[in-house]
Nanobody, 122 residues
Framework: QVQLVESGGGLVQAGGSLRLSCAASGRSFSSYGMHWFRQSPGKEREFVAAISWNSRITQYADFVKGRFTISRDNAKNTVYLQMNSLKPEDTAVYYC???????????????WGRGTQVTVSS
């Protein structure tokens, strides 16, 4: 397993940008599919984006396509989520997550970070 720590969250105005980072420890990072999920109050945790171990495969939820970009640097054991054109409905706690393959549901995740809050004001 890997241990995951997110950073980069904060308060931003609608239309603005943030870049989230997720630092991983553990030897398995470079072989893991990495993911971002999010959860807002009263809602279930939902898939945002994923990237395969070699960056050849990326997947996005429909509501972030064209606005968010996931990337990774295996040499730095870090995965990123660049978020542009943010909307108030993007407000949530964003979680970094790892799994042996790319998945789109929380049930397939092996390792979770503690999350970072993103708040988008209108």
């Amino acid at each position: 397993q890997v241990q995951l720590v997110e950073s980069g969250g904060g308060l931003v105005q609608a239309g603005g940008s943030l870049r989230l980072s997720c630092a991983a420890s553990g030897r398995s990072f470079s072989s893991y599919g990495m993911h971002w999920f999010r959860q807002s109050p009263g809602k279930e945790r939902e898939f945002v984006a994923a990237i395969s171990w070699n960056s050849r495969i990326t997947q996005y939820a429909d509501f972030v396509k064209g606005r968010f970009t996931i990337s990774r640097d295996n040499a730095k054991n870090t995965v990123y989520l660049q978020m542009n054109s943010l909307k108030p409905e993007d407000t949530a706690v964003y979680y970094c997550a790892g799994a042996r393959v790319v998945v789109t549901t929380p049930g397939g995740i092996h390792s979770w970070g503690r999350g970072t809050q993103v708040t988008v004001s209108s």
